[in-house]
């Protein structure tokens, strides 16, 4: 069973940079995964898809300041010049044989 | 502008139903999976069901006999009924566009409320 591991909690300061990872559990490590952004009170907002090669796409809007990477099984999310609205829940999510799969969501506070 | 319209949330008995659509404009809808993810408050994300672009459909264990997914490409919307609704399926439900073969999701609706309670 496929399932997508992130730390509960980050915390980086203002202007500063920080990287999110989410670990796809062993024998998953060719799935693309999206990662997913949600503010206080806000609904989810889609950042980016990253795909196997390690290539990434982002969505619509999204500043250049995010961007995504991948090594193995692990993918990751990176936001530099950190801003206070950035502050948030990030969550990746991907697709196994007809089942969808969050991962638990990493709460970042921008110090 | 790609756009996903909830609407059908509620408050319910538990044991009863409810129906939620979701209208899309702004993409060519039946080339697009459509997803629905809940959040309980205070809780992270969880899947709910899909239906694909050629009316292919999957839930997990938890809504599945429960929940019924269908999509209507003529009028480009999603519903999701809901029958035996129990106090845990309270949520905020999301309809999101998922991109095809890959399952990940590049929309999202703003979401309904629908609270199971007496």
């Known amino acids: 069973q496929l399932v997508l591991a992130q730390s509960p909690s980050a915390s980086a300061s203002l202007g500063a940079s920080v990287k999110l990872t989410c670990t796809l559990s062993r024998g998953h490590g060719s799935h693309a995964i999206a990662w997913h952004q949600q503010q206080p009170e806000k609904g989810p907002r889609f950042l980016m898809r990253l795909n196997s090669d390690g290539s990434h796409i982002k969505g619509d809007g999204i500043p250049d300041r995010f961007s995504g990477s991948s090594s193995g099984a692990e993918h990751y999310l990176t936001i530099s010049s950190l801003q206070s609205e950035d502050e948030a829940d990030y969550y990746c999510?991907?697709?196994?044989?007809?089942?969808?799969?969050f991962g638990g969501g990493t709460k970042l506070a921008v110090l | 502008e790609v756009q996903l319209v909830e609407s059908g949330g509620g408050l319910v008995q538990p044991g009863g139903s409810l129906r939620l659509s979701c209208a899309a404009s702004g993409f060519t809808f039946n080339r697009y999976d459509i997803h629905w993810v809940r959040q309980p408050a205070g809780k992270g994300l969880e899947w709910v069901s899909t239906?694909?672009?050629?009316?292919?459909?999957y839930y997990p264990g938890s809504v599945k006999g429960r929940f019924t997914i269908s999509r209507e490409n003529a009028k480009n919307s999603a519903y999701l009924q809901m029958n035996s609704l129990r106090a845990e399926d309270t949520a905020v439900y999301y309809c999101?566009?998922?991109?095809?073969?890959?399952?990940?999701?590049?929309?999202w609706g703003q979401g309904t409320l629908a609270t199971v309670s007496s």
């Open positions: 999101a566009r998922g991109l095809p073969f890959l399952g990940v999701v590049d929309y």
């Open positions: 999510q991907t697709w196994d044989t007809g089942i969808g799969v």
């Open positions: 239906i694909g672009t050629a009316s292919d459909t």
